[in-house]
């Protein structure tokens, strides 16, 4: 899995539900699994600071970036740092672009 697919994966059938960009916005989501860790915002930690609470609450906030909610990061994929961090509303169309037609036949 790429950190692309992560941050498509994270959204995907929330936006196939019919969620809206602030809906998704505001609901703080996010997914810590073996598979990825992925938030729509947050913070991105330098290397040094990872590896247990005690190392990010020592961690100088110069050092730390946030991340607004209007973007998807992806902090892990598969154990792999990479703190790659995507457009919300760029993922949200490429969603929606594969999203297939739905046909209601009642």
Do not use: W
Not at 7 to 23: F, N, Q, T, W
Not at 48 to 56: M, N, P, R, S, T
Not at 84 to 103: A, D, H, R
């Amino acid at each position: 899995m790429t950190p692309k697919e992560a941050a498509i994966d994270l959204i995907k059938r929330y936006v196939e539900r019919g969620d809206s960009i602030k809906d998704l916005r505001s609901g703080q989501m996010g997914s810590y699994s073996g598979r990825y860790k992925a938030s729509i915002g947050g913070s991105i930690f330098p290397p040094e600071c990872h590896g247990g609470l005690k190392k990010i609450m020592s961690c100088p906030k110069d050092s730390i970036k946030k991340v607004s909610s209007d973007k998807i990061l992806v902090e892990e994929v598969g154990g792999k740092l990479v703190n790659e961090v995507f457009n919300l509303s760029e993922i949200y169309q490429i969603i929606q672009g594969k999203k297939g037609l739905q046909l209601s036949l009642i």
